[in-house]
């Protein structure tokens, strides 16, 4: 994968027709490039205004054409302005001639005018070589009120003109309805012929139109006759006909009696949003070739009679069925099925009781445009638009003003306890170590005070008494046998080591410490502390048992992040203390009455601001940055993170405060008497 600053380059001028990378992944630094072609809504719920709430909040980038201009709000459009054309293949081309797109989206259209510079100009990009990008067309045509958006005229070159460019089209009812009228020269027509403004109501004509979609039969129908026009795949939305659950079940027994439960897909994408159900397959009876029929239902969910029974009424328990009733069906048509053949698929849902549904079809569409993008097959796309729609109506926002509320987009959305790192080369070190970087700056007094203790400062300028530092190493090396412990217990941890990479790393860490403690040996001998002394004579002090257990206690009940966390203070206060000593000590003279004492600390000192420990202390803060990279921590989450760092700060404080002031002083455990 390429990385973004590497897209953002000639080589990605233009690039629908040249030679195209592998398509990026949702939610990453590369994410797909979505454009949609649409109207504004001033009102935020529906047009472009969804469309890139949508793209946004699916992991996709998002980039706009817009083809009108509406005044609107929750209670209706109150005017519309279309730009010139000439404006509107301007915006095309700027977008596609710097940036590579992946999918088009494609909703309002103004005028014809419009639609031929639109049909002309995407055509000549999808006539060039490589992989075309996916483009969904969602023909906005009636409005929720039922007024007729488009001249009668404008519909014929919607029909001619973009419909054999789309992979997935997506009409609701009504608009179907239109389609295949005037698919059929039999346009639903007023009484002046035209229609010009957005307050003008259709008519139906004598072959009862209205009537004419409301059973599975027809619908399928319709689906399959509007792919005939050109499209790879039509899906036609019955959010306008809401069904029995009884009336859907007999109709699926006439359309195809073998249905078969299927297995779970593969390919799902967690959402948040439930994007599976119960799955069946078989063959569409009473066709001379039987295309293959699959029916999606989740109006069954959650597929547990207990819970449906505590939650039927409101919070308090019944004993009531609470099967779904009212449904509603939308029906996908694809010419090219996964299997190689036409396949119907239908998705049965629970009709969600919401007011907040306006700009409902912009949302889908830009959903599937988005799951399109990002390399999945025409049904997965559509499915997981479908359950992020029905995601965001049923957490709509219902008051936002006097009318019908919009989609709530951000549903989908979870707060992050920390940023994701970014690795780029130029990048500020907060951004390369988001995670330490927020745990220091959430509690940077007991940071400074940690790793600017007045042990570390006596040390920077020779003034550290032998009794302090000697009491110091004693401990200190009690510290780094109980730390060895710590990462051994994380690599034997099944919570904290849950792959061979985790064992290595705690395994390794583990071994580091113990060639830390062979030099902590010499310098001790420096001193004139023998490892007889160390490991016979030393008591270990209430700082030191009070750290230890603390750590030693989250390996053991903790995860992996939780254990970094832990350990995180003492390897990088230790690297952070030893650079900084180093620097301090060059422009520090030496006591030339204890010249010995300022070469035995410069030792300590190297041990920590050399390369190799420096080494090993990258590798366990990287260690933590990646696991919360990967399982990205929540707001309460990062709270737990952070106390359990503030926590092994306080209690190196405390190891340091001990071995400055003899007066805190108090040993525990005795040393091992063989």
């Not at 897209?7 to 949609?36: D, F, I, M, W, Y």
């Not at 293949?89 to 309002?108: C, E």
């Not at 958006?149 to 919607?158: G, K, N, P, V, Y």
């Not at 799951?371 to 957490?395: C, D, K, M, P």
Request: with cysteine; charged share 20%.
């Amino acid at each position: 994968m390429t990385s973004a600053a590497g897209e953002h380059s000639k080589e990605a001028a233009g690039a629908e027709g040249s030679k195209q990378p592998a398509l990026p992944a949702l939610h990453s630094a590369n994410p797909p490039r979505v454009c949609t072609i649409a109207g504004s809504d001033s009102g935020g719920g529906a047009g472009i205004q969804a469309d890139l709430k949508t793209i946004q909040a699916l992991g996709g980038y998002g980039l706009s054409v817009i083809t009108a201009l509406t005044a609107q709000n929750t209670t209706g459009v109150q005017a519309v302005h279309a730009p010139p054309p000439e404006f509107v293949r301007s915006q095309l081309a700027s977008v596609h001639s710097d940036i590579r797109i992946d999918a088009w989206k494609i909703g309002m259209l103004a005028n014809k005018e419009i639609i031929q510079v639109l049909s002309e100009d995407l055509g000549k990009y999808r006539k060039g070589k490589g992989k075309l990008a996916a483009l969904v067309l969602d023909p906005v045509m009636v409005s929720t009120s039922g007024s007729l958006l488009l001249t009668h005229d404008s519909i014929h070159h919607l029909i001619s003109g973009m419909l054999p460019l789309c992979d997935v089209l997506t009409p609701n009812l009504p608009e179907a309805r239109q389609l295949l009228a005037h698919a059929r020269n039999r346009p639903v027509r007023d009484d002046s012929a035209t229609a010009t403004s957005p307050t003008q109501k259709t008519k139906e004509s004598g072959d009862d139109l209205e009537s004419s979609l409301d059973t599975l039969k027809s619908l399928l129908s319709a689906a399959k006759e509007l792919s005939d026009l050109g499209p790879k795949a039509t899906l036609v939305k019955g959010g306008h006909h809401v069904m029995h659950n009884s009336e859907v079940n007999a109709s699926l027994l006439e359309l195809g009696g073998g249905l078969v439960l299927a297995p779970e897909s593969q390919n799902q994408l967690y959402t948040g949003a439930q994007s599976s159900g119960q799955r069946y397959r078989g063959q569409l009876s009473g066709t001379a070739e039987p295309d293959e029929l699959c029916v999606v239902r989740t109006d069954g969910s959650p597929w547990s009679e207990v819970l449906s029974a505590w939650y039927a009424s409101g919070s308090s328990m019944s004993t009531a069925s609470h099967d779904v009733d009212s449904v509603i069906v939308d029906v996908l048509y694809e010419k090219v099925g996964v299997n190689g053949g036409p396949r119907y698929t239908l998705f049965v849902k629970p009709h969600v009781q919401s007011t907040a549904t306006h700009g409902t079809g912009c949302t889908l569409s830009s959903a599937i445009a988005t799951f399109l993008s990002s390399g999945l097959t025409i049904e997965l796309a559509v499915s997981n638009g479908i359950s992020y729609v029905q995601a965001s109506i049923a957490r709509g926002l219902d008051s936002l003003g006097q009318g019908a509320g919009p989609l709530n987009h951000a549903c989908t959305i979870t707060p992050r306890g920390v940023l994701p790192p970014v690795r780029h080369a130029d990048s500020l070190p907060s951004d390369r170590t988001p995670l330490c970087a927020a745990l220091i700056a959430n509690n940077i007094s007991d940071w400074n005070l940690f790793v600017q203790h007045p042990f570390v400062e006596k040390l920077s300028c020779n003034e550290l008494s032998k009794e302090n530092f000697v009491w110091f190493l004693r401990q200190d090396y009690l510290f780094l046998l109980h730390y060895s412990r710590v990462w051994a217990s994380g690599a034997s941890s099944a919570a904290a080591a849950r792959t061979f990479d985790d064992v290595a790393l705690f395994a390794g860490m583990a071994a580091s410490m113990a060639t830390e403690a062979k030099t902590h040996t010499k310098i001790c001998a420096a001193w004139g502390i023998t490892e007889e002394d160390l490991q016979r004579r030393t008591k270990e002090s209430a700082a030191t048992l009070a750290y230890t257990r603390y750590v030693l206690d989250v390996s053991r009940s903790g995860d992996a992040l939780e254990l970094l966390c832990a350990t995180g203070p003492c390897m990088l206060g230790y690297a952070e203390v030893g650079l900084r000593l180093r620097r301090l000590r060059k422009r520090t003279s030496v006591d030339e009455n204890f010249p010995e004492n300022a070469q035995a600390f410069g030792e300590w000192i190297d041990t920590y601001a050399d390369e190799g420990f420096q080494k090993v202390a990258r590798k366990s803060i990287e260690a933590m940055e990646d696991r919360a990279a990967a399982d990205c921590p929540s707001p309460e989450r990062m709270k737990q993170l952070q106390n359990i760092w503030n926590a092994a700060v306080r209690l190196e404080i405390g190891m340091w405060d001990e071995a400055i002031d003899a007066t805190l002083r108090r040993e525990i455990v005795d040393a091992p008497r063989n």
